[in-house]
């Protein structure tokens, strides 16, 4: 049988949350990355796109912040849609690690794949996969146009975040230069790597993300738009990812917790995925050692105990007047 939750009883359950989590002060901004550290913490918002392209947000929904890691998801679908499933599991993998987003060991342990599309090693993989190969201009091109029809509208480059994330990615160099020794990068690595940096760089908001989201549980339609950004079949291959390993090494808990596949970024934000149901985001740039955003985290959980939404419940959810 059908669960119905109605519009009103989700707007009450994203306001709560906003009101419990909004004075919670735990974790710390990402400090290795300058112009992260420097965010106001105390910023703090929650949205939600449902599948009519209505969207519901309370808080610092409105406010630009960086994509991080969460900009793994679009270009992923983005490599998905132009070589396919199959290739990407060859090339780059679909396998949570179980450790540190940003982890070399990963890259030794599993040297014949970089794992999956969605930590730092197979990122950078996928971002050396899109086309025109070679080109740098062209693939930024590329994975600047698929974000937007994601996000459906136009996302810009936070430019002191990125020259902030230039000069402090020591480790993602080593990767990239790596993942060319075991010939795990299709493209000459430096550009692979500025290219991963530069699109980490963008600036999003938690009212764009819900709508990615949103895009991603209506099979590719986005909601607001009205436009199919890519194959229905996608959804399913990018939400099993999302699920694995979107909240990097805490994401078995996070799942066994409150069944929401979501992907975080250490900018603050987290991005989750119930497929035909709706697409929801967070953001608070405090962040847990996982790098996990803690006020996000809290507050997603809430909404999704309140509603009682999981997706190992085995209940068709439906969301009316």
């Not at 960086?66 to 070589?83: P, R």
């Not at 993602?172 to 795990?184: M, Q, S």
């Not at 194959?231 to 805490?250: F, N």
Request: net charge neutral; glycine share 10%.
């Amino acid at each position: 049988m059908d669960r119905r939750i109605t519009k009103e009883e989700l707007k009450i359950a994203v306001t709560e949350a906003y009101k419990q989590f909004k004075e919670n002060n735990e974790g710390k901004n990402a400090n290795y990355i300058p112009y992260l550290a420097s965010v106001d913490s105390d910023l703090f918002g929650i949205a939600v796109c449902l599948p009519g392209g209505e969207t519901i947000t309370v808080g610092d929904c409105n406010y630009r912040f960086g994509i991080e890691s969460i900009s793994k998801v679009a270009t992923a679908l983005l490599v998905l849609k132009d070589y396919g499933p199959e290739t990407i599991m060859d090339m780059i993998g679909a396998d949570a690690t179980g450790m540190p987003f940003n982890s070399v060991l990963a890259i030794l342990l599993e040297n014949e794949h970089p794992s999956t599309p969605l930590v730092n090693a197979g990122a950078i993989s996928a971002v050396s996969m899109v086309r025109p190969v070679g080109n740098s201009r062209g693939k930024w091109e590329s994975i600047l146009n698929n974000i937007n029809e994601l996000c459906g509208c136009k996302v810009e480059l936070i430019d002191e975040l990125y020259k902030s994330e230039s000069t402090s990615n020591h480790n993602n160099r080593a990767i990239a230069w790596l993942l060319k020794g075991y010939e795990r990068i299709y493209d000459d690595p430096e550009i692979s790597l500025d290219l991963y940096t530069r699109q980490c760089s963008l600036g999003v908001t938690a009212k764009e993300l819900s709508i990615m989201a949103a895009t991603i549980a209506c099979g590719g339609y986005n909601p607001v738009t009205k436009r199919k950004v890519f194959p229905p079949l996608l959804t399913e291959k990018i939400t099993s990812m999302i699920a694995t390993v979107g909240m990097y090494e805490y994401t078995g808990d996070w799942m066994f917790k409150c069944g929401l596949p979501a992907k975080s970024g250490v900018g603050g934000g987290i991005m989750g995925v119930l497929p035909g149901i709706f697409g929801i985001a967070a953001f608070a740039p405090p962040i847990d050692k996982a790098g996990n955003s803690v006020k996000s985290q809290l507050a997603l959980r809430y909404i999704m105990e309140q509603l009682r939404l999981n997706i190992f419940n085995g209940k068709r959810i439906v969301v009316v007047e």
